[in-house]
């Protein structure tokens, strides 16, 4: 089967994870960590009461926090990246890629149109979803691919 991609027709919906890790902007950075830990994510979304994006909490975030100090009671709203970019499930994947590679983005909250969260879009996600559609030409790559031999290979 021949596939044909395009980044601008395909869009978010096939590359997100589902069920990223919510909290309050009220919850600690402790449980930010928690959250992290026990699901085993990325990020956590800061969500208000009525469940719209309001911020993110990521990985670097937390290095960052740990390098600077280290009160983990202080509430994660004063910490996170507020309104953080994201993308809606009907965008397309080249979107995406723009604004991740713009911003420097490991991952981006996907927003329905009330701005709540779906899932997060991240690298790897996106990495699956181009590999899906170019195994051939993925797999088959060599592990160093601009390295040229010096010596003379086989029998």
Known sequence: MDFQLNLKLETVEQAIQADPPMLAPSETVRQAFGALKSANHGCVLICSVGGALEGIFTERDALRYMAERADLE??????????PQSVSISDSIGVAIERMAGG?????????????????????????????????????????????TTEREGA
């Open 104 to 148: 420097g983005f490991r991952r981006l909250p996907v927003v329905d149109d009330d701005n709540k969260p779906i899932g997060v879009l991240n690298v790897s996600g996106l990495l699956h979803f181009l590999v899906e559609h170019f195994p051939a030409t993925i797999y088959n790559l060599p592990p160093n691919p601009h390295h040229k």
């Open 74 to 83: 202080q509430s994660i709203s004063s910490i996170m990246t507020s309104s």
